[in-house]
């Protein structure tokens, strides 16, 4: 029988070390014959809304748009990986996501659009079999080189965002990890839950996002 891949969803504040993580949890994961990838959100590279979002977010080209149009943007740039990302854990490969619907909800939250609106487009995409918060405290992330060179990267709005986070602390998948540690702690402590969830979740069926 073949097994399924996970679905490991990273998420946390600009600059939280996200980036850095998955790009070590990949080679750890090949480096121990496991197949994996990793997928990014906002996806630029995606043709139908990636380059508006990366305008979006650069403040390229000044795009005067509401928050809604933009929040929905994002999901759509999501959907239209959506299928991609299920043939991939069926045929057994690991995705390591770097934000995901979390991030879309609590960033377009913290602009000050209701969790009415923000959240229905996000059922239906895939449910992550773990998401990985990186908890950090926006001022040491506004420390850390390169924040503040996009329009979200704000210490007060970053503040916003983390109190929003708090709404999916219940959920079963949401584990925090303690972002204030060296990069080789943090590595340590997420292959121990990626090595413990993989076997787990390999012949469970792929779900989706439903509250
Ligand atoms: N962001 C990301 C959103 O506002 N909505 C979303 O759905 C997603 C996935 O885009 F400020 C924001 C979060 C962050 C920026 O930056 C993406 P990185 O550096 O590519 O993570």
Same mark, same amino acid.
């Given at each position: ?27 750890? %994961? ?17 043709? %139908? ?163």
């Amino acid at each position: 029988m073949t097994t399924r891949g996970a679905l490991i969803v990273f998420e946390g504040l600009d600059r939280s070390g996200k980036t850095t993580q998955t790009e070590k949890l990949l080679k750890y %994961l090949n480096e121990n014959g496991k197949k994996a990838i990793i997928q990014r959100f906002p996806d630029r590279s995606e043709p %139908l809304t990636g380059s508006t979002i990366d305008n979006y977010l650069r403040n390229a080209s000044c795009i005067n748009q509401t928050k809604e149009a933009i929040h929905l943007l994002f999901s759509a740039n999501r959907w239209l990986l959506r299928q991609k990302i299920e043939e991939l854990l069926k045929e057994g490969t690991n995705v390591i996501v770097d934000r995901y619907s979390f991030s879309g909800v609590t960033y377009t939250l913290s602009k000050g659009v209701s969790k009415q609106f923000a959240c229905p487009p996000e059922l239906g995409l895939i449910r992550p079999d773990a998401v990985l918060y990186f908890d950090v405290d926006p001022a040491v992330t506004a420390k850390r080189g390169g924040f503040g060179d996009e329009v979200l990267e704000r210490t007060d709005f970053q503040q916003k965002v983390r109190e929003n986070m708090k709404m999916f602390e219940n959920q079963s998948y949401w584990k925090k990890i303690n972002a204030n540690e060296t990069i080789d702690e943090v590595h340590k402590n997420v292959c121990a839950i990626v090595n413990d969830l993989i076997p787990k979740v390999a012949t469970n069926p792929i779900e989706s996002l439903d509250e």
